[in-house]
Nanobody
């Protein structure tokens, strides 16, 4: 399994970016697709997640109402639409897909980070 994340860039405060994360290899047992971020000098934190089946979503409180997570199951891709961006959203954004095992348990796979920089 490989995850490829892209879409980061430099944007002014109030702007918009769309991040994408595409999975290749085995995709038949994806359970949930998540986005995390890590700002300079800070720990990695959860941003948003969506279930493969049902599309149930969750958001970190500071992005709720500004970010929208979605997925295209046919393309094995998760998206993160980020609106009203703030300088404090500046971070390296990572996708993490959780796969369920047929005999129980889960495996995590991480994509490489994509840098989002929001200027004031």
């Amino acid at each position: 399994v490989q995850l490829q994340a892209f879409g980061g860039g430099l944007v002014q405060a109030g702007g918009f970016l769309r991040l994408s994360c595409a999975a290749s290899g085995s995709t038949s047992s994806i359970y949930v697709m998540n986005w995390f971020r890590q700002a300079p000098g800070k720990e990695r934190e959860f941003v948003s997640g969506i279930t493969w089946r049902g599309g149930f979503t969750s958001y970190e409180s500071t992005v709720k109402g500004r970010f929208t997570i979605s997925r295209d199951n046919a393309k094995n891709t998760a998206y993160l639409d980020m609106t009203s961006l703030k300088p404090e959203d500046t971070a390296l954004y990572y996708c993490k897909f959780v796969y369920s095992r047929f005999n129980g348990g889960y495996d995590d796979y991480w994509g490489q980070g994509t840098l989002v920089t929001v200027s004031s």
